[in-house]
């Protein structure tokens, strides 16, 4: 019966009466044509607007300006350096006109094409780079007594401080680069653990490594409390309860005198020890037993060694994570939670193993922060930490493993470095202070990494298992989670 | 309106061996009835599929037997194991647990479960009407997603598998294997690499259905499967839900605007309007139904219609599509 076809007649859409006209209307060219955007009259037309824009706020901030004086405040104007604004004003937004903005052609779009067709070796080179820093921080220490002399207590401890910010990184990264779980209160776990070290040391007289396991239980102790209030929420609201969560801590750690000494701190926190020996001078110390002169360089090395086997065991575990259903099911997480449901993932459990296991890290790294400083105070767990800890991993790109490593040796390590740009000086006479302008050079280089690569150095993912081969994934796919 | 009664008498396959069991099912939001005092049954083996018009209430249907909506009313009864087990179902709901396993299978009580047991113990899985895959992994690892919690259990919940235990290297490489298998139903061998998001409209519809069958379900809820394809591809799925029905010990639940697809392979049509069960029975008995007819045309007056005539117009519509050889057997 189906055999015979009725033959449905093709429809005609070309429209007809009203509808004719109003798309002919639609369709009809604008009788006002469009100014060129991209010519130079336009460029100046918008460098005016806005160096008047400029003059108009600048008259009130720039150009007037009161002071204390007997009897009530006085004015005094200040016209030159309003001009001065405008003008600056003026020739900084025709330049950007001229050459980004209003051209057909802007630099910064070449800069772009040449970061997106470079991506994939980006990753080849990624992973030869892995591999060569993994050699020389293997032999860091030795490289820096062999090569700068003068100067290697100064670079390891600086390597140890990197060293530290690539485990919380690494830590970090659990919870928001792989569960997609945004926390601004990371530095708290920091916390916990370094205070937990010091007060089992003050009251029970626990050593490094009998307090190490305490404090990153303890650390995920307090990870599972964190996680069970934000469980439900998303977003901005995830953000700012984690964010209210570290400030927590720390006014606690403040405020609680009895118990952490607020704001004094806790002193004479113990070294750790090689096996029970003490890294000291005299008898019974490292260097007496093993016949060694005795050099305070010994200490620094043993505490690089100390947070580098920290380190990899928090980049070890984590790559074991990923090929986990436990990690399967956070990248999942960060993907779609509601289809996490619908195949049978524990959602709670789920996000509840992120904040733990991202807080025992965490807790590590607070454990050795405190044996290697020997003295912590709550001015140390600021909300600024935990914004250069997110910084690390959302620079590096969410998830990267290698990411975070460039992006706290380009942080911290940068910050540090830019106190030796004394050639500055000579440039700008001698009154300049190049050390004064790092955070603002810091800050500028921040902003353009991140115009230039949104999603982070490193911003492919790698697939965790595969049929036949790995490829990689671009980032535009992969979802960023809750909070972004 | 008893569907026993309307087919002829004899009690109907899914009343004396449902798999699912929904019962005076009602869903309110503050002031509105989604579903009002529905009551159907899915047969074990069966296809059925739940229709109507848009806004009669299937979707919520649907997230009330998976979990995502809490009823306000009713009890949706999940079996395990042959027959209406009615002793063991009656002993759990005065028991207040969850479910009840037995020696003739297991009842599950689906309106007191949390969504992801419902998925994990109940074992009913689903696909979504607008698609829910990972879109930034790739598509193998989609499939051992779903097999998160059998892997669980086999890395000793992470422990084991963190120092490396053998056992769960062989439990992956199986669950590597059931992917494989799946994917091989769904003819996405060749895309097993690549990112979900990146696969053609029709392919991640065919991938959401292997995932949810990784996850070894007795029931398969499929909410518009069919929506978006076109023909070749409907014909595809057809099949494919055949197969599912046939090889697998798996029920099969869809809702589906097609009624190409609905009428080729369903075993049992349950249709909705405006929350209520207007009509229950095989495809032959609900198309000829005056009042389904009467929903989906929009007619106000059941006494008004003309059926013989709207049979006949029906008819014509559906010989416009390919599919209509085999569904219109018999007429």
Redesign the interface.
């Known amino acids: 019966m189906a055999g015979e076809t009725t033959p449905v007649p093709a429809a005609d859409n070309r429209p007809a009466g009203a509808q004719a006209k109003a798309e002919s209307r639609r369709a009809a060219p604008h009788t006002v044509p469009a100014r060129d955007p991209h010519s130079l009259a336009e460029s100046v037309r918008d460098a005016a607007l806005a160096a008047l824009l400029a003059g108009v706020l600048g008259f009130f901030f720039i150009g007037l300006r009161t002071d204390i004086a007997p009897g009530g405040l006085t004015i005094t104007t200040r016209w030159t350096a309003l001009v001065v604004a405008i003008l600056v004003v003026f020739a900084g937004r025709l330049a950007l006109n001229l050459f980004v903005f209003r051209t057909r052609r802007p630099v910064t779009g070449r800069l772009a094409a040449g970061a997106a067709a470079g991506a994939p070796q980006l990753a080849t080179a990624a992973k030869w780079l892995m591999r060569g820093l993994f050699v020389f921080a293997l032999v860091l220490p030795f490289f820096f007594i062999t090569f700068v002399p003068g100067r290697d207590r100064q670079f390891i401890d600086l390597a140890i401080l990197i060293m530290t910010y690539i485990m919380l990184g690494w830590g970090l990264n659990i919870v928001v680069g792989l569960a997609g779980l945004l926390d601004l209160g990371y530095v708290a776990f920091y916390a916990v653990g370094a205070y937990s070290f010091a007060l089992l040391a003050q009251h029970f007289d626990l050593g490094f490594w009998m307090a190490l396991p305490l404090a990153g239980v303890l650390a995920a102790m307090w990870g599972l409390i964190l996680g069970f209030p934000v469980l439900r929420l998303r977003g901005d609201y995830l953000a700012i309860v984690t964010l209210a969560f570290g400030e927590i801590i720390r006014i606690v750690l403040l405020n609680w005198y009895q118990f952490t000494n607020g704001p004094d701190g806790i002193s004479g926190i113990p070294k750790p020890t090689l096996f029970g020996l003490e890294l000291k001078r005299g008898e019974g110390g490292f260097a007496d037993v093993f016949g060694l002169a005795y050099d305070p360089i010994h200490r620094f090395i043993f505490l690089y060694y100390i947070i580098f086997v920290l380190a990899l065991i928090t980049n070890l575990v984590t790559i074991r994570l990923r090929k986990l259903p436990v990690g399967r099911a956070w990248e999942a997480l960060r993907e779609d939670e509601i289809a996490c449901r619908s195949l049978g993932i524990n959602t709670r459990n789920t996000k509840l193993t992120a904040f733990a296991i991202g807080a025992m890290f965490g807790g590590f790294a607070g454990s050795f922060f405190a044996t290697r400083q020997g003295f912590i105070s709550p001015e140390s767990f600021t909300f600024l930490e935990s914004a250069i800890i997110l910084a690390i991993v959302v620079l590096g790109g969410l998830g990267s493993q290698i990411g975070v490593v460039i992006a706290s040796v380009v942080m911290i390590g940068g910050i540090e470095m830019l106190r030796n740009i004394g050639f500055l000086s000579q440039v700008f006479g001698d009154g300049f202070d190049p050390v004064q302008y790092r955070m603002l050079i810091f800050g500028l280089a921040m902003v353009l990494i991140m115009v230039w690569r949104p999603r982070g150095l490193i911003a492919t993912r790698e697939p965790s298992v595969a049929l036949k081969e790995k490829k990689k994934i671009g980032a535009d796919l992969v979802a960023q989670g809750e909070g972004h | 309106m008893d569907a026993a009664a309307e087919t002829g008498g004899a009690v109907a396959r899914w009343d004396s061996d449902p798999v699912l069991t929904v019962e005076h099912l009602t869903m309110r939001f503050g002031g509105l009835t989604a579903v009002g005092d529905l009551s159907f049954n899915v047969g074990r083996g069966d296809i059925t599929a739940l229709i109507g018009p848009n806004g009669a209430g299937k979707t919520t249907v649907f997230n009330c037997v998976?979990g995502?909506y809490k009823p306000t009313e009713g009890r949706i009864a999940m079996r395990h194991g042959p027959g209406r087990q009615q002793a063991a179902l009656d002993a759990l709901t005065n028991s207040g647990a969850r479910w009840r396993r037995s020696a003739e299978g297991a009842v599950f009580l689906l309106e007191r479960m949390p969504?992801?047991?419902?998925?994990?113990r109940a074992k009913v899985?689903?696909t979504?009407q607008n698609i829910?895959?990972?879109?930034?992994?790739?598509v193998?690892?989609n499939l051992?997603?779903?097999?998160?919690?059998p892997?669980?259990v086999a890395?000793g919940f992470?422990v084991g598998?963190?120092i490396?235990l053998p056992s769960?290297r062989k439990a992956?490489a199986e669950a590597?294997d059931r992917a494989?298998y799946w994917?091989e139903q769904v003819r996405l061998?060749e895309r097993?690499?690549?990112?979900a998001?990146?696969l053609p409209y029709g392919a991640q519809r065919r991938l959401e259905i292997a995932?949810?069958m990784c996850?070894g379900p007795r029931l398969l809820c499929l909410d518009e499967p069919a929506a978006g394809l076109n023909p070749r591809e409907s014909a595809e799925l057809n099949a494919l839900l055949k197969y599912i029905r046939d090889e697998h010990d798996t029920s099969v639940l869809l809702i589906e605007h097609d009624m190409g697809v609905v009428m080729e392979i369903s075993d049992h049509v349950v249709v909705l309007d405006y929350g209520v069960k207007i009509s229950d029975g095989d495809a032959a008995f609900v198309r000829s139904d005056p009042r389904v007819i009467a929903a989906y045309l929009g007619v106000e007056d059941e006494e008004e219609i003309d059926v013989a005539e709207i049979k006949q117009d029906v008819d014509?519509v559906a010989?416009?599509t390919?599919r209509?050889?085999a569904a219109?057997d018999g007429r």
């Open positions: 998976t995502f969504d992801h047991e419902i998925a994990h899985a689903r979504f829910r895959l990972f879109g930034g992994m790739t193998l690892e051992l997603i779903a097999q998160h919690n892997l669980m890395s992470t598998g963190i490396g769960y992956e590597i494989a994917l061998t097993a690499d690549d990112p998001a990146d995932r949810a996850t014509q010989r416009r390919p209509s050889d219109g």
